[in-house]
RNA sequence: GUCCCCGUCGUCUAGAUAGGUCUAGGACACGGGCCUUUCACGCCCGUAACAGGGGUUCAAAUCCCCUCGGGGACGCCA
């Protein structure tokens, strides 16, 4: 077989989508399994839908999920020389017709053949004496093409096996608009042929398009490629994924602290499987996908596993990487001089394995360099806080902290226990009312190696700093 | 309504192509336990599915048919 050519061909009404995303990461893995290559072509037909805004944001979105491309983007809007071109063939060859008639007309004719259970099909224009077929005054013509009467169209598909149409289940339909600018069913046939695309992956939406476009192919004497469908991707309802389903934007899992592989390796997962494999690197999946393990079976999308396969993409990153992916959330004087902070980074190790998103890391370590909480959790400051015998462990604490020398692991146990056994509280209590103070919250890494990791001077002031909060808020009984 | 596609645990799936090795495996979630200064991580255990009905066959989740259920398409959208 000569190279695998296959193309990625979203449309700019909007950002691309989870589902968008996976037809693009199938294509993208398709053409590097097979050395072969990936076009991208922005489908921008309906100028009123699209928009500069969305292309860009949809580039950038394929960029950050590391889906490179080796041609384009194309442009249609920019390619209407060769839609014409194209056009004036399917004309010349009868296989299309103008029509004169307005959307209205169109509509109603449709309608009153339904009632009759037949489909829109030229004959009937001209059975019914219509006109519309030679020029009208004050009507501009929109261009179709004609389907057989009769007969069957049938291919097959490459996930689904073999698929057929009866002809007479299919209308004419209209591939050129009165406004003069061609339409979708028309361009993906002209452009895939024209690029060259060996392979059509798209989402299963477009099986019931497949026939129109095999008429056209046919029409026009090109070379028909391979199609593969692929199933799309639910709700929890079973309805299309949407955006009452919440997130459905690649952007929007940017933002939510997810890693670009987690959320690729997630996608490729939902539909496609390895055996028992889980989690796959990129170059892995190079490797091993294949069209021929792709299920039939429309999947239902469950942000658990994706938080889940996140928070195993988090674990196993290295802690610089984790820096890097977190800056722009750290305010930007403290940037620098964590930078360089190797206890920063050992801190990063500790909360990294109990942090599903970026943003859980980030909130996780933050106590690191703001001076003390912005508040207490409450009910950390209800168990913890609200103990006079706590309270004055804690001062006890502080003052046994404050003329130790060596901040280590072992020294800072052994004080707790000390203190604990002396005021005869439990050791996790007061090592929770401890925590508490330190990052406000009740959760957190080993409150010894945080507290080494802070050192002596930031770490006082911080138990400083809860001993008064709680002197002027709790009124102990 | 018409046409097309799909149907294994709640969810993603293994199982197909080669019917027996499937008392149906893995993962997420859920429940229990161990570890433990909190929370996680980790480890161990558990709950849970072949949509239903007919065939074919010594034998069917796997092949065939019907029913039911779900989805998609029927645009001068893509």
Same mark, same amino acid.
């Given at each position: 077989?000569?190279?695998?050519?296959?193309?990625?061909?979203?449309?700019?009404?909007?950002?691309?989508?989870?589902?968008?995303?996976?037809?693009?990461?199938?294509?993208?893995?398709? +053409?590097?399994?097979? #050395?072969?290559?990936? $076009?991208? @072509?922005?489908? =921008? *037909?309906? /100028?009123?839908?699209?928009?500069?805004?969305?292309?860009?944001?949809?580039?950038?979105?394929?960029?950050?999920?590391?889906?490179?491309?080796?041609?384009?983007?194309?442009?249609?809007?920019?390619?209407?020389?060769?839609?014409?071109?194209?056009?004036?063939?399917?004309?010349?060859?009868?296989?299309?017709?103008?029509?004169?008639?307005?959307?209205?007309?169109?509509?109603?004719?449709?309608?009153?053949?339904?009632?009759?259970?037949?489909?829109?099909?030229?004959?009937?224009?001209?059975?019914?004496?219509?006109?519309?077929?030679?020029?009208?005054?004050?009507?501009?013509?929109?261009?179709?093409?004609?389907?057989?009467?009769?007969?069957?169209?049938?291919?097959?598909?490459?996930?689904?096996?073999?698929?057929?149409?009866? +002809?007479?289940?299919? #209308?004419?339909?209209? $591939?050129? @608009?009165?406004? =003069? *600018?061609? /339409?979708?069913?028309?361009?993906?046939?002209?452009?895939?042929?024209?690029?060259?695309?060996?392979?059509?992956?798209?989402?299963?939406?477009?099986?019931?398009?497949?026939?129109?476009?095999?008429?056209?192919?046919?029409?026009?004497?090109?070379?028909?490629?391979?199609?593969?469908?692929?199933?799309?991707?639910?709700?929890?309802?079973?309805?299309?994924?949407?955006?009452?389903?919440?997130?459905?934007?690649?952007?929007?899992?940017?933002?939510?602290?997810?890693?670009?592989?987690?959320?690729?390796?997630?996608?490729?997962?939902?539909?496609?499987?390895?055996?028992?494999?889980?989690?796959?690197?990129?170059?892995?999946?190079?490797?091993?996908?294949?069209?021929?393990?792709?299920?039939?079976?429309?999947?239902?999308?469950?942000?658990?596993?994706?938080?889940?396969?996140?928070?195993?993409?988090?674990?196993?990153?290295?802690?610089?990487?984790?820096?890097?992916?977190?800056?722009?959330?750290?305010?930007?004087?403290?940037?620098?001089?964590?930078?360089?902070?190797?206890?920063?980074?050992?801190?990063?190790?500790?909360?990294?394995?109990?942090?599903?998103?970026?943003?859980?890391?980030?909130?996780?370590?933050?106590?690191?360099?703001?001076?003390?909480?912005?508040?207490?959790?409450?009910?950390?400051?209800?168990?913890?806080?609200?103990?006079?015998?706590?309270?004055?462990?804690?001062?006890?604490?502080?003052?046994?902290?404050?003329?130790?020398?060596?901040?280590?692991?072992?020294?800072?146990?052994?004080?707790?226990?000390?203190?604990?056994?002396?005021?005869?509280?439990?050791?996790?209590?007061?090592?929770?009312?401890?925590?508490?103070?330190?990052?406000?919250?009740?959760?957190?890494?080993?409150?010894?190696?945080?507290?080494?990791?802070?050192?002596?001077?930031?770490?006082?002031?911080?138990?400083?700093?809860?001993?008064?909060?709680?002197?002027?808020?709790?009124?102990?009984?």
């Amino acid at each position: 077989m000569s190279e695998v050519r296959v193309r990625f061909a979203p449309s700019p009404t909007g950002y691309l989508h989870i589902g968008g995303a996976r037809t693009a990461i199938f294509n993208y893995l398709y +053409a590097r399994h097979h #050395n072969g290559k990936f $076009i991208l @072509r922005i489908e =921008d *037909t309906d /100028i009123e839908r699209s928009s500069k805004e969305y292309t860009r944001a949809i580039l950038r979105s394929m960029q950050w999920l590391g889906l490179d491309w080796d041609e384009g983007p194309y442009f249609q809007s920019q390619r209407f020389d060769i839609y014409n071109k194209y056009l004036k063939k399917l004309l010349e060859n009868k296989t299309g017709y103008r029509c004169w008639c307005s959307p209205e007309e169109l509509s109603d004719f449709k309608n009153s053949l339904r009632e009759k259970k037949l489909k829109f099909k030229k004959k009937y224009i001209e059975e019914t004496n219509l006109h519309w077929l030679s020029e009208r005054e004050n009507i501009y013509p929109v261009v179709i093409v004609e389907t057989p009467l009769e007969g069957t169209i049938t291919y097959k598909d490459i996930v689904k096996g073999n698929i057929t149409f009866s +002809a007479k289940d299919l #209308n004419d339909f209209i $591939i050129w @608009r009165s406004n =003069d *600018t061609p /339409i979708y069913n028309f361009v993906v046939v002209v452009d895939d042929s024209d690029m060259g695309i060996t392979h059509v992956i798209r989402g299963d939406d477009h099986i019931s398009n497949t026939p129109k476009q095999i008429i056209i192919y046919n029409a026009l004497k090109l070379e028909l490629p391979y199609f593969a469908h692929i199933p799309m991707i639910l709700g929890p309802d079973k309805k299309r994924l949407s955006k009452r389903h919440g997130a459905t934007s690649v952007e929007a899992y940017k933002q939510q602290g997810y890693l670009p592989e987690a959320l690729f390796n997630y996608l490729v997962r939902l539909g496609w499987s390895y055996g028992d494999q889980e989690i796959f690197s990129k170059d892995e999946l190079v490797g091993k996908f294949d069209l021929d393990n792709v299920g039939k079976s429309a999947a239902i999308f469950n942000p658990e596993k994706l938080l889940w396969l996140n928070a195993e993409y988090i674990k196993s990153s290295h802690h610089a990487r984790l820096f890097d992916e977190i800056i722009d959330r750290i305010p930007e004087e403290e940037r620098s001089k964590l930078r360089s902070d190797s206890n920063f980074f050992k801190l990063i190790g500790l909360v990294k394995i109990r942090s599903r998103t970026l943003r859980e890391l980030y909130e996780n370590l933050k106590f690191y360099f703001e001076p003390y909480p912005n508040e207490y959790d409450s009910k950390g400051v209800r168990k913890f806080f609200s103990k006079k015998t706590l309270y004055e462990a804690l001062r006890a604490l502080y003052k046994k902290l404050d003329v130790m020398i060596h901040f280590n692991e072992e020294n800072l146990e052994n004080a707790f226990n000390e203190i604990a056994t002396e005021y005869n509280v439990k050791l996790r209590d007061l090592a929770q009312s401890v925590r508490l103070a330190i990052t406000g919250k009740t959760v957190s890494p080993g409150i010894f190696e945080i507290i080494e990791l802070l050192g002596k001077l930031r770490t006082m002031r911080k138990l400083q700093y809860a001993i008064q909060w709680i002197e002027k808020h709790i009124t102990f009984e």
